[in-house]
């Protein structure tokens, strides 16, 4: 199956400060890589996704970049806010199964 | 819209109980699945759905069973409950039965067995 790993696992920036979260694959197979937001009680909310045809994907101030050569994919957050603080998983579909790496505990201080 | 719900938000249970987790969407979604969550091991598949009347197994299914007979249900059941089973499950849907799209979360049940 699909093994998909994610660092850091916790990561603390200042308000509009960057912020980083990379995830590799090991099945060269999975075409899809989507990121999801969960905040505190609640469940995951899908925030951005790629696809394996795709290199970069930007919405506003999140992207996401895919390196299907080296099989890794990685969330920015610009400009910061204390809003963006939740936990984070990257995940890659492997057929019906979406795999998730095991989320990044995101901390914005104003 | 009311999305995907899960019944109950909170629930204790004793180690060989058994009981239901109800989740439906009114999305007319053909694919629905099951997740559990455990502190640092991130979302985990336990089963899933590609329509009434179709199951599979994800990566955990042990001691759980899950049935679809309609498009909008999908209730996981857990026959003797053990204290490994203590989580937060959560249902997710989708409109693409392939999982290449956006699936959308219930709100989660806690569920703790003692």
């Known amino acids: 199956g699909e093994n998909v790993e994610q660092h850091p696992s916790t990561l603390s920036v200042q308000e509009g400060d960057s912020a980083v979260i990379k995830c590799t694959y090991s099945?060269?197979?999975?075409?899809?890589f989507p990121w999801y937001k969960q905040e505190l009680g609640k469940g995951p909310q899908l925030i951005i996704d790629?696809?394996?045809?795709?290199g970069e994907k930007k919405d506003q101030r999140i992207a996401v970049t895919l390196n299907k050569t080296a099989k890794h994919f990685s969330l920015h957050i610009t400009e910061t806010q204390p809003e963006d603080s939740a936990v984070y998983f990257c995940?890659?579909?492997?057929?019906?199964?979406?795999?998730f790496g095991k989320g990044t505990s995101l901390l914005v201080t104003p | 819209n009311a999305g995907v719900t899960q019944t109950p938000k909170f629930q204790v249970l004793k180690t060989g109980q058994s009981m239901t987790l109800q989740c439906a969407q009114d999305?007319?979604?053909?694919?629905m699945s099951w997740y559990r969550q455990d502190p640092g091991m991130g979302l985990r598949l336990i089963h899933y759905?590609?329509?009434?009347?179709?199951?599979d197994q994800g990566e955990v299914p042990n001691g759980y069973n899950v049935s679809r007979s309609t498009t909008e249900d999908f209730p996981l059941r857990l026959l003797s409950a053990a204290p490994s089973q203590t989580s937060v499950y959560f249902c997710?849907?989708?409109?693409?039965?392939?999982?290449?799209?956006?699936?959308?979360f219930g709100p989660g049940t806690r569920l703790t067995v003692t």
């Open positions: 759905s590609v329509g009434a009347g179709i199951t």
């Open positions: 999305m007319n979604h053909e694919y």
């Open positions: 995940a890659a579909t492997l057929g019906y199964a979406l795999n």
């Open positions: 099945d060269s197979a999975s075409n899809y």
């Open positions: 997710a849907s989708s409109y693409s039965i392939s999982g290449e799209n956006e699936q959308y």
């Open positions: 790629i696809r394996s045809n795709v």
